[in-house]
């Protein structure tokens, strides 16, 4: 985005958190940043957080403030918050969040990546845009009575064998929203016995339709699947597998394949270019970017996932 120097809250790992959070004198963590975000001086809300080789070791609580944090690659790591959640977004908040990467929840009850929470007077809102979510012990994304947004994002490894769930948890949904999950790719997640690893609606009152994501090769356990849970809940453009989806949206298009990624060992989920199953989205999605900033679409539709594959 194109925004004036003196309208964002900098914040870099050698940065220092009595300064003035400017361009040339940032702050050290993201959580002052956030707070100072709202105070009777301070008008700015757009929070950069630039990357490093080294991760900021934060556990965030966002409440019920209008903020957007854009990373580009930053890094925010759990692993020294004991179990709470990485970001935590509640009572009414507004909160957008680009390229991050989320990981490292952990510990003997750990939390989940993100967490979303509302009540039944006031939902909080969360877009999570080019973003990955990946090695939270407590599962990827929790949404309760949370508008949310999810594009363009990676959401994998999150989960273990006695999670309460994997990739996304989601309900508290009463009446029609923002509530969009698209051009994601989740994969490798895993939750508990007979629990949905991939995509689990909860309560869900109004349709949904999810489209033109990856959700494959979450690992189950028992009777469970990749999603489920309530039926209003629609998936369409999608590749979802190995045990397909069933009630698709408006015809489906769904396919069942196994994505092929350039090295899954080294975290790299980028599509291989001979993927059999490009330019298979949605033929009117309107997304016009991937997770990497490349153009939307490389042929004459886009591809499913967070990658679109771009021609050597």
């Known amino acids: ?163 309460l769930f994997g990739g996304v948890d989601l309900g508290g949904v009463s009446s029609q929203g923002l509530y969009e999950i698209q051009f994601t790719t989740i994969y490798d997640n895993s939750a508990a016995t007979d629990v949905v690893s991939g995509v689990f609606c909860g309560t869900v009152l109004v349709p949904l339709r999810f489209a033109n994501n990856i959700v494959h090769g979450n690992v189950v356990r028992g009777t469970a699947t990749q999603v489920g849970g309530d039926t209003d809940c629609k998936w369409a453009y999608s590749d979802i597998g190995p045990q397909a989806v069933t009630g698709a949206a408006d015809g489906g298009n769904n396919i069942n394949e196994p994505p092929s990624f350039v090295d899954i060992s080294k975290g790299n989920f980028h599509l291989e270019p001979a993927w059999p199953h490009k330019n298979k989205a949605d033929p009117a999605a309107a997304v016009n970017i991937d997770i990497d900033g490349d153009v939307r679409p490389q042929g004459g539709r886009s591809d499913m996932g967070a990658d679109e594959v771009v021609a050597p």
């Open 1 to 163: 985005m194109c925004v004036a120097p003196d309208q964002v809250i900098y914040v870099a790992t050698d940065g220092d958190d009595g300064r003035l959070c400017g361009q040339l004198t940032p702050c050290k963590t993201i959580q002052h940043a956030v707070d100072i975000v709202g105070r009777p001086d301070e008008m700015r809300k757009i929070i950069r957080v630039r990357a490093s080789a080294t991760a900021y070791f934060e556990h965030l609580i966002i409440d019920g403030k209008a903020i957007t944090i854009v990373g580009e690659g930053a890094t925010v790591d759990g692993s020294s918050v004991g179990n709470r959640t990485i970001i935590v977004v509640r009572n009414g908040a507004d909160v957008t969040v680009e390229g991050l990467r989320i990981t490292g929840s952990g510990g003997s009850a750990p939390g989940p990546g993100v967490e979303c929470q509302g009540t039944a007077d006031q939902s909080s809102t969360l877009r999570l845009r080019r973003s990955t979510i990946a090695g939270n012990a407590g599962g990827g994304v929790s949404l309760s009575r949370c508008q949310f947004s999810i594009v363009n994002s990676i959401i994998v490894g999150n989960g273990a064998s006695n999670s």
